[in-house]
């Protein structure tokens, strides 16, 4: 097997299992620090106990996102050894503010929100909360400012032994591709973290159990869902494409199956890209819209694929599928949002299973749209590991074999399953038992501080 | 002048991470033969229960930091240790679900499960980060491009494993003194006990790796002053733990265990200086602060960004510490 590609099945598998963590810490922690602020501002019994019941599901969240995160770091030296000679000096700066602004804020504090429930004064407790999510976000912008930094390349210079170095970290961080496409993914993430209360509210609701919980999840959760959904597609969505439109224009023609240039390019909404014969099969589309798109001009020239020399092409399909799930799952949610805050703003939201149900089954869309995003971005950089600068072909580590990496890429991915398990069973087992009488780790009695 | 800034935050880092991250790696390493009842686990876990992850993060920033700053470094130690990273990977991994959720479920099984694979991995942590500092110190043998493929015998030096077992020893004795400070009763008692027990192996194996280093060494270190001043404080720290005073307070065991592991951590930082990857025997391959030291251009932001970021992480870690519980109880068995 070809050491490259096995080194990138590694990342794309390591990455794409841990990402589903991120998503759900990003989105349920501003819950977490809500119901704390609730709780404190009304002294109510109901929302202390939502907060409860939220901090538990995302410690497991967290716990399973920071052991499934720790092995990227690792892996740019461990297989991408080549990448991390040649760019960790720029790669290296944000991920190490990341670490000692991001990463530690986050640990160190939700420590004290596990353990420190009426041990430490109450407003030190709710600012532990808010202190977790602000860290989460602020770890989410550096990693993706980082990515970003790779997808458009800034404020570099290239040393006499072609190293790349960082001339302005400033460029890097106030990157405007590093600020649309933050604020996509972070909206991604908030969006999800709504219907993640959306669905736990209108599963409560449908099983007839904790009614008050799930009329309070329902509620929040839609509000937010809607705000968050709508501001996925514009502006972040809208302007994270420009981006692309502008930098990256071969990845947009693969997003969009555009093989042959055109003035009043159209837009695919269905087809199947044939690349051989540089055609879309049984496309449906509307025509113009694309050139509309990408430069407000519906007689815009479009660059199609066959514009760039094949080299240059990302793996063309697997580019244009991601981002049609990633769009078409998108619509669905954003709909099926609109229509529950529609329903909710004139009353009948509880009282239509019908739409509880449509919320419960969303719940898994915009996670695979956030992954299915993910992929556009990356697979759609290729061939490139740093966009116009550096080949994935020659970002591997020189002395480690494909062996090795099969290897721990099979390890990886027994580790995971057995990750993914417990954490779907200890997540469902918490709702299971549903926000009254939760208790979480470090919580008189069930760890038994004496006296508490 | 950079480089040697550089240096030293990353070694200040990793001092730190031996210091946080040792005492509940230690706690975990012994937690199995200390205790003789669950409850008395599960008051060990809970004693490191809010830190431990914090305490973790100092060697995923140190990572990060070596990243930024030495970035060829990085990439030749990692992808050079492919198979022993991947290793401490997921004994990272495990450890840190293992305390994540050995509560989660009601059961003796379960508990018994997680509380090994807690204690299991906590020791083979120690073991391996303790061979790997002794390989960084002693010298790789590297190829002339600066990359090698390391193979378990060949890092398996006599020196290498005397260097583990010295981590394994003075963690297992960190820990025994966090758990004596931090717990009441017998439990505390004990851990007490068994730490004086501990203590002189640390004394035995500290002796034999000094020995074995001047004696590698011969003179030859730019850091030799600092390593002996750093070496002295930390045997007269250890010393210092068999005092009256240190043997009927708990706390000050615990902080001479912690002095005792600074000198330590200094005191090989000193004899790494200036290497970063030291090449043994020969110097074909070698890095150091100067030939890896990146252009100032961008660390003149990045490193002071760092640096009073850690100053802050100091700042709340301490903090957090204080206005967090002091002790933790053993819960009543019931039946």
């Known amino acids: 097997v070809d050491v490259v590609l096995a080194d990138r099945m590694q990342f794309a598998f390591t990455i794409m299992f841990h990402y589903l963590f991120p998503i759900g810490t990003m989105g349920i922690a501003p819950f977490v620090a809500w119901y704390n602020y609730r709780a404190m501002k009304t002294g109510e019994q109901q929302y202390a106990q939502a907060a409860r019941f939220w901090t538990t599901i995302f410690a497991v969240n967290f716990a399973v996102g920071v052991v499934t995160g720790i092995p990227m770091e690792f892996q740019f030296g461990t297989n991408w050894a080549a990448f991390s000679a040649k760019a960790g000096e720029v790669i290296g700066q944000p991920l190490m503010i990341e670490g000692v602004y991001a990463f530690f804020v986050e640990s160190v504090f939700l420590g004290v929100l596990l353990y420190g429930r009426g041990r430490i004064p109450a407003a030190l407790y709710l600012a532990s909360a808010v202190i977790v999510w602000l860290g989460s976000w602020l770890s989410g912008f550096l990693i993706v400012a980082t990515d970003a930094w790779m997808q458009h390349p800034v404020g570099y210079t290239i040393a006499s032994d072609s190293r790349i170095e960082l001339s302005s970290l400033a460029a890097l961080l106030l990157s405007p591709f590093a600020f649309w496409q933050f604020t996509h993914v972070i909206m991604g993430a908030a969006a999800a973290g709504g219907f993640i209360l959306a669905g736990v509210g209108a599963y409560y609701l449908l099983a007839r159990r904790y009614i008050e919980f799930g009329r309070e999840f329902v509620r929040t959760g839609v509000i937010v869902a809607l705000a968050a959904s709508a501001l996925v597609i514009f502006p972040t969505g809208d302007k994270n494409g420009d981006e692309v439109t502008v930098y990256q224009p071969v990845k947009l023609a693969a997003m969009e199956g555009l093989f042959k240039s055109e003035h009043e390019a159209p837009l695919a909404i269905i087809g199947m890209p044939d690349v051989p014969h540089r055609k879309l099969i049984d496309p449906i589309i509307v025509p113009d819209l694309l050139s509309f798109l990408a430069y407000g001009n519906f007689r815009a020239n479009v660059d199609g694929l066959t514009s760039y020399p094949t080299e240059l092409w990302p793996p063309v399909a697997l580019t244009y599928y991601a981002y049609h799930v990633m769009v078409g799952l998108g619509t669905i949610f954003i709909a099926i949002a609109f229509v529950a805050g529609f329903l909710l703003w004139r009353r009948r939201l509880f009282d239509t299973p019908l739409m509880l149900w449509a919320l419960l089954l969303v719940m898994p869309f915009p996670y695979i749209a956030s992954e299915a995003g993910w992929v556009v971005a990356e697979v759609g950089r290729q061939p490139w590991v740093v966009y116009g600068l550096m080949k994935t072909q020659a970002a591997a580590s020189p002395n480690v074999g494909s062996g090795e990496t099969i290897f721990t890429l099979i390890g990886f991915i027994g580790m995971y399953f057995l990750l993914g398990v417990l954490f779907l069973l200890l997540t469902l087992r918490t709702i299971a038992i549903g926000p009254a009488g939760q208790a979480i780790a470090g919580d008189a009695p069930a760890a038994g501080h004496a006296g508490l | ?335």
């Not at chain 2, 660390?299 to 002071?304: D, G, K």
Request: net charge positive; proline share 4%; aromatic share 12%.
């Open chain 2, 1 to 335: 002048m950079a480089g040697i800034v550089a240096f030293c935050v990353i070694a200040a880092m990793l001092t730190a991470y031996t210091l946080l991250d040792g005492y509940d790696l230690g706690v975990g390493a012994i937690s199995l033969v200390l205790a003789k009842t669950r409850p008395e686990r599960s008051a060990m876990v809970e004693s490191i229960g809010p830190f431990w992850s914090g305490n973790e993060v100092w060697l995923v920033a140190a990572g990060g930091t070596l990243f930024a700053l030495f970035p060829k470094v990085y990439a030749v130690s990692f992808s050079g240790f492919y198979l022993p990273f991947i290793v401490v990977l997921w004994l990272l991994m495990f450890r840190g679900i293992a305390i994540e959720l050995r509560e989660r479920l009601p059961g003796d099984v379960w508990l018994d499960f997680w509380d090994t694979a807690f204690s299991v991995s906590s020791l083979l942590l120690i073991l391996l980060f303790g061979v790997a500092l002794g390989n960084l110190v002693r010298g790789l043998s590297l190829d002339a491009d600066g990359y090698f493929f390391g193979t378990f015998s060949s890092l398996l030096t006599p020196y290498a494993i005397a260097v583990g077992a010295l981590a394994v020893v003075a963690l297992a004795q960190h820990g025994l003194a966090y758990l004596a400070a931090h717990i009441d009763g017998r439990l505390g008692e004990r851990a007490l006990r068994v730490a004086g027990r501990v203590w002189w192996a640390v004394l035995i194996v500290y002796i034999a790796v000094t020995a074995a280093t001047i004696v590698h060494y011969r003179g030859e270190l730019p850091g030799a002053p600092i390593a002996f001043a750093a070496g002295t404080i930390a045997l007269l720290s250890l010393l210092g733990m068999r005092s009256r005073a240190a043997r009927e307070r708990a706390v000050l065991t615990f902080r001479m265990s912690q002095v005792f592991l600074v000198g330590l951590l200094v005191a090989a930082s000193a004899t790494m200086y200036p290497y970063l990857i030291r090449p043994y025997p020969g110097r074909a391959g070698e890095l150091t602060i100067f030939n890896a030291s990146p252009p100032s251009g961008a660390l003149a932001v990045s490193l002071p960004i760092a640096i009073v970021g850690l100053i802050a992480v100091l700042g709340y870690s301490i903090f957090v510490h204080r206005q967090m519980p002091a002790k933790v109880a053993v819960r009543e068995e019931k039946d």
